[in-house]
């Protein structure tokens, strides 16, 4: 394997003096050419100025001089009138000068009629004419010859390349050797079952002769899906890094182009160069981007060649060239079925969320290189961070090391976590003084929520109340999930929607009237609500059905569908159900937080008092 890898190394050295003398012109040297150029030019320029020897001033000062006949001599040039007078440098009497730069098109002739100064008048006849060059005339000759070399030379290159345009047909993929994707297995954690299943893979590019005895076929391609951040491109690396083999690293938008056909070309270009590599791995990440459903409004009909010529391309691999094709996706539900099917993407692998102790494993790689104090809990974090990908939480220990840094401290404090957690969750903290009466009216809101939350079956522990403004929202409070959820219960959702709505409902009772606050409460209740009935089937009037959108199609010019799948009628049953569902939440908090008064005005008096309560704060109210 070694061997082989240094050979398919020398493939790809290239030696320049075996090129077409067209492909050893490139734009760097001819951006040298015009650089060098303009330079020169310019230090003509200036040195034509300096040559001059005097003073400059304004046009104005030049003609009242004339006007006083305070001069000697006068020179005039195309874009410039020199005076020469008598003046004492030194104690000594010399002749000095003054200039006046002419702008474009000024005749100095009229300049001098309109002051009233007769040019017959004048002593010494003071027009010098130059040779006809100025400076704008060099300017253009250089960029139109440089122009003009650039033309060539794309000529050149279209006649050695086969008739391409400069490189637009060639593929943009990254090429890197074996090992030097710098990532193995040991670098990607909290996805133990997803590393199984793409181990075989592994295997077969060390041993192909293993499976092909038994007459197995490895699939031709595997399709990474998953929310973004959960690894998907770090997990291709290390099986090209497990494996010792050539990886061809790309994206579906690297196909795209201006020039109709150039995507197709380029993937034919890519398949050529994977096959004269092989074994090796090709990585496309965001493949939807060029595979979307063909057919529809979707897809572009440059995008159809593109994805056509990489199901041709697919159909085209042999066993014996083992090439296999990764690709990534967080959008598989937008792929057209034909690149699934088998022989192409044979299998699809779902690289899920990180779990509790998927999340833990993850947190203890990207701390490797970090220090933190004594009795940093990194559990605690990995609890509390449910719902984060890999790169969430890379993100959330760089934030504190951030934190840490910027107060000149050596290591990571269990502070800087917390605070850090909050960060990314929620956004920054405001700085800045708020009015009493917000601060008054965000800790009845925040207390609101947290109370409903405390006496609803169904609802998620609360962790912390804040009125400290973060991000969007002037306050906030944080649920903790006691563990990992694979499925959601009805009894949830309608906690979630009574949470939601109590703290209006807590400005309405104790305030007296309602604001703007509860904005981000009603978008993301009126959400769960309409998932609820459209997607999960639990609204009474209209049963286990999902209701959705039409996909539009399109054949032969026409175009089928579109809309919604649903009537007019069950449209306004949709709407009537949405706003029961959030009518009822709505009473049941407000019939609950009267109940509680008592409980809401002790946690308002100890938010305005330390404006954040933990958990054992909060539970200590109880």
């Known amino acids: 394997m070694k061997e082989q890898s240094k050979k398919e ?26 650089g060098i150029s303009v330079i020169l030019s310019l230090s003509l320029y200036v040195f034509r100025v300096l040559n001059t020897k005097g003073d400059e001033v304004a046009v104005s000062q030049i003609v009242t001089d004339i006007t006083e006949k305070k001069y000697e001599k006068i020179l005039l040039k195309d874009d410039m009138v020199i005076v020469e007078y008598k003046g004492e440098v030194e104690g000594k009497e010399t002749v000095l ?25 004048l002593e010494n006849d003071f027009y010098e004419p130059k040779l006809g060059i100025t400076f704008g005339d060099v300017l253009t000759f250089i960029f139109l010859s440089a122009g003009l070399v650039l033309v060539y030379i794309m000529i050149k290159n279209m006649q050695a390349s086969g008739g391409k345009i400069l490189d637009f047909g060639e593929s943009k993929a990254r090429l890197l050797f074996g090992k030097k994707t710098g990532i193995t297995f040991d670098e990607v954690a909290g996805i133990e079952e997803v590393k199984e299943e793409l181990t075989e893979i592994v295997d077969f590019l060390k041993r192909p002769k293993k499976y092909r005895d038994l007459g197995a076929r490895i699939p031709r391609g595997v399709l990474l899906a998953g929310e973004p951040g959960t690894g998907k491109t770090l997990l291709a690396k290390a099986i090209a890094g497990e494996a010792g083999v050539p990886f061809f690293h790309t994206s579906g938008s690297e196909f795209e182009e201006m020039l109709v056909g150039a995507g197709a070309s380029r993937v034919r270009d890519l398949f050529k160069k994977a096959r004269k590599a092989s074994p090796c791995i090709v990585f496309i990440d965001e493949i939807d981007a060029v595979a979307k459903k063909r057919g529809t ?17 697919m159909d085209g691999l042999e066993e014996r060239e083992n090439v296999i094709i990764l690709a990534a996706t967080n959008r598989p539900d937008v792929l057209d079925p034909a690149i699934l099917r088998p022989g192409r993407f044979d299998r699809m692998v779902v690289v899920p969320m990180p779990d509790m102790k998927g999340r833990r494993a993850i947190l ?51 502070e800087d976590l917390m605070e850090s957690y909050l960060k990314v969750k929620l956004g920054r903290k405001k700085k800045g003084d708020k009015e009493e009466d917000d601060i008054k009216k965000t800790a009845y809101h925040e207390a609101g929520h947290a109370i409903v939350a405390k006496f609803t079956d169904g609802s998620d522990p609360v962790e912390q109340i804040s009125i400290i403004s973060r991000g969007m929202s002037g306050g906030v409070t944080v649920y903790l999930p006691e563990k990992d959820r694979s499925f959601l219960y009805k009894k949830q959702m309608l906690a979630w929607l009574r949470t939601g709505v109590a703290g209006r409902v807590a400005e309405e009772l104790f305030i007296g009237e309602i604001s703007t606050g509860a904005s981000n409460d009603i978008k993301q209740i009126t959400e769960v609500a309409r998932e609820m009935v459209m997607k999960y089937g639990m609204s009474e009037k209209l049963g286990m059905v999902k209701y959705g959108d039409l996909e539009e199609t399109r054949h032969l010019g026409y175009t089928y569908g579109g809309g919604r799948e649903y009537s007019e ?13 959030i009518n009822e939440a709505y009473e049941y908090s ?31 109210l109880f």
Do not use: C, W
């Open 590 to 620: 407000k019939k609950l937080l009267q109940e509680k008064k008592e409980m809401v005005e002790k946690l308002v008096k100890l938010l305005l008092e330390k404006e954040v309560v933990v958990k054992e704060e909060f539970d200590a």
């Open 297 to 313: 409004v979707l897809h572009s009909g440059a995008g159809e060649q593109t994805l056509n010529q990489i199901l041709v391309e």
């Open 569 to 581: 009628k069950t449209a306004r049953i949709i709407d009537e159900e949405v706003v029961r569902m």
């Open 9 to 34: 190394t020398k493939e790809y050295i290239v030696d320049i003096r075996k090129l077409p003398k067209g492909k050893r012109f490139n734009i760097s040297g001819i951006l040298t050419i015009i």
């Open 97 to 121: 000068k003054k200039y006046a730069l002419l702008p474009a098109g000024t005749n100095f002739y009229e300049v001098l009629a309109s002051s009233g100064i007769n040019i017959k008048d």
């Open 364 to 414: 203890d790689v990207h701390a490797k290189n970090k220090k933190f104090e004594g009795g940093v809990d990194l559990d605690t974090l990995a609890k509390k961070t449910v719902g984060y990908s890999g790169a969430d939480l890379e993100n959330l220990l760089n934030e504190s090391a951030i934190m840490a840094a910027k107060e000149d401290r050596k290591k990571i404090s269990q």
